[in-house]
C-alpha cells in the first residue's frame, strides 16, 4: 500500500513508523553539515579554553619581567651612587697627593739650607730621606690606589653598558609580548562572538524545527511557513512593498501560521528568535507584525529564546507581545 501524506502528522506518523528515516529527513531538510554541528562547536570550545590559558600564561610572563625591570632599575641607581662616590674619593686622593708633593718641595728647601751644619745636616738628611722613602711609599701607594679606581670605573662603565643593553632587550620583549596579547585578546573576542552567533543560529533551527510543539498549547495547529513563499504569495495577491519593507520582513526569523485558540480564526506570529532577548528584539517584531496587519492580515509579534532583559520584558507585557522562554509563555498577547 503507497504512502501517502496529506498533512504534518501523516508525515510525523510516517517517520515514527519508520525510524531509520529520520537521518536521511534531516538531511535532506537541513543539510549534511547540520548533524557535524555538534562536534564542531565542541572543537570551538576546546580552541577557546586553549586560548584561555595561553593568555593565563603570557599574563603571568609579563609580570615576571616587570619585576626583573623594576629590579635592575634599581640596580642600576646604586651602582651610579656608587660611581660619584669613587669619583669624589679620586679628587680627594689626587689634592692630598698634590700637597704631598709641594711639602716634599719644601723640604728640600730645608735640606739646602741646612747644609751649612754638617751635623745638623747629617740628622736632618737622615730624617729627610726616611720621609722621604715614607713620602714615596705613599705615594707609590696612591698611584696604585688610582690605578685599581681606575680599573674598577672601567669595569662599572662595562657593567653598566651591559645593564642598558639588558634593558634595551627587556622592553623589546616586553613590546613584542604586548603585541601578542593584544593579537590573543582580538582572536578571543572573535571567537566569543562566532560562538555567540553559532547559538544563535542554533537556537533559530531549534525553534524552526520543534515551533508546532512549542507554541501548540498556546495556538490551534501551529506550522512554521516559508518566509520568501509567503511574502511572494502576498505580493501576488496585489500586496505592494517598499524594497525597505520587503528587507525587513524577508528577515524575519520565523512566522508561524496557526488559529486562534478561542475564535478558531487564522492568525500569524511574527516571531524574532534571539538567545537573550532585548528591547530591540521585542520592537522589531512589533513592527514587522505591524507592516503585515497593514496588508489585512491577522498578525501577533512575539519573541522567543532562553533569556529576556528586564526593559525588554516590560515592552513586551505594555505591548500585548508574546513571550516564550524555553517553551514556556511568559506574555501571551494572544489571550483576548
Known sequence: MATEIRTIEDLIRIIQEHPEWRRELLIALLGEEFLHMPDRLLRVEEVLAQLVASHARLTERVERLIESHEHLAGSHQRLTESHEQLTARVEQLTESHQRLAESHERLAESHKRLAESHQQLTESHQRLAESHERLAESHQQ???NHQR???SHERLAESHQRLTESHERLIEEVRELRAIVEQLVFRMGRAESDIAHLRGEVLEIRYQQRAPALFGYYVRRPRVINVGHFLDDLREEGHEFTQDEW????????IVSARHPQTREPLYL???????IYPDDVQRAIERAEMLRQRGLSTYPAVAGEGIDPEARELAERTNTFVL???VAIANGIRI
Not at 270 to 276: A, P, Q, Y
Request: no cysteine.
Open 270 to 276: 511574527v516571531v524574532e528568535v534571539s538567545r537573550v
Open 325 to 327: 522562554l524555553n517553551g
Open 247 to 254: 528587507i525587513q520582513l524577508a528577515a524575519i526569523d520565523l
Open 142 to 144: 696612591l698611584i696604585e
Open 149 to 151: 679606581l681606575a680599573e
